[in-house]
């Protein structure tokens, strides 16, 4: 039986290499994450395609993954964010059979989706990454249309200090009153060491300054553990070896 694209399964090499936070240890909630750079001229043929497959989840019950389109940033168009749970339930062959019918009422078999979608895409990359329990997530997605995506590759033996200054960063964001970021942290699939997503209404939300003195952003940035709001981003870069930014507008 040919696995379908864009719920196949990657080969699982290794587990993550860092630390979850103590939600994630104590329910990690599992996600997938696609990066997809579409065929020439065919990017709004292959979101016209991917929407599609939401009836299919919502026949299952089971939540519509995030679809994201690049606005600025990587080189890839899509982003495809799919809350999984756990791997063993979500790649069960019962939930295949049930995916299977729910396509076919649909109106269009899974093999002959998965078929179409490949004649559409010229590139993509798969990561499974445990990230925040499902409710928060779906609240943080709620009545937003714009993203903000940072994804990193770690130094050797700095991941776990990578992970610790995406946590300080939130924190210096809490204590001057913008959005967090959600942090995935990778349990399997491409290099990527893990990734943030922060949510905003829109462009301008994302851009507006903040309304808090620089006096007060110095101290949040110390109370954070940074040495200063200036130090925040070389003090990050001590532990990189590659990062990407995306900006992203939400696909309806």
């Known amino acids: 039986m040919r696995i379908p694209f864009l719920l196949a399964l990657s080969a699982l090499g290794g587990g993550a ?16 994450a696609v990066f997809i750079r579409a065929a020439p001229g065919r990017l709004l043929d292959l979101i016209d395609h991917l929407k599609i497959r939401r009836e299919v989840y919502r026949a299952l019950g089971e939540p519509e993954p995030l ?16 809350p999984v749970g756990s791997l063993p339930d979500f790649y069960a062959p019962e939930r295949q059979a049930r995916c299977d019918r729910a396509a076919v009422e649909a109106g269009i078999t899974t ?14 990359e798969e990561l499974f990454v445990a990230g925040p329990p499902l409710a928060e997530f779906q609240e943080r997605n709620r009545d937003v249309g714009f993203y903000h995506l940072e994804v990193f590759l770690g130094l ?26 959600l942090i995935f942290t990778r349990q399997a699939g491409a290099a ?3 990734f943030t997503l922060g949510f905003y209404r829109d462009l301008q939300h994302y851009a507006e300054p903040t309304a808090v003195s620089v006096e007060k952003q110095d101290a949040a940035a110390i109370s954070a553990g940074f040495e200063s709001r200036n130090h925040i981003g070389s003090y990050l870069r ?4 590659a990062h990407h930014d995306t900006l992203l507008s939400r696909v309806p």
């Open 192 to 194: 990527w060491d893990l």
């Open 67 to 82: 679809l994201a389109r690049h606005s600025q940033g990587d080189h890839w168009d899509l982003l495809l964010l799919e």
């Open 17 to 32: 290499l860092d630390t979850p936070s103590a939600a994630q240890q104590a329910d990690p909630h599992i996600y997938r």
């Open 156 to 181: 050797a033996g700095k991941r776990d200090s990578l992970l610790n200054q995406r946590r300080m960063e939130n924190q210096y964001l809490a204590a001057i009153g913008r959005p967090l970021n």
């Open 111 to 124: 093999e002959e989706w998965s078929r179409r979608a490949e004649l559409m895409v010229a590139w993509r």
């Open 238 to 241: 001590r532990f990189l070896s």
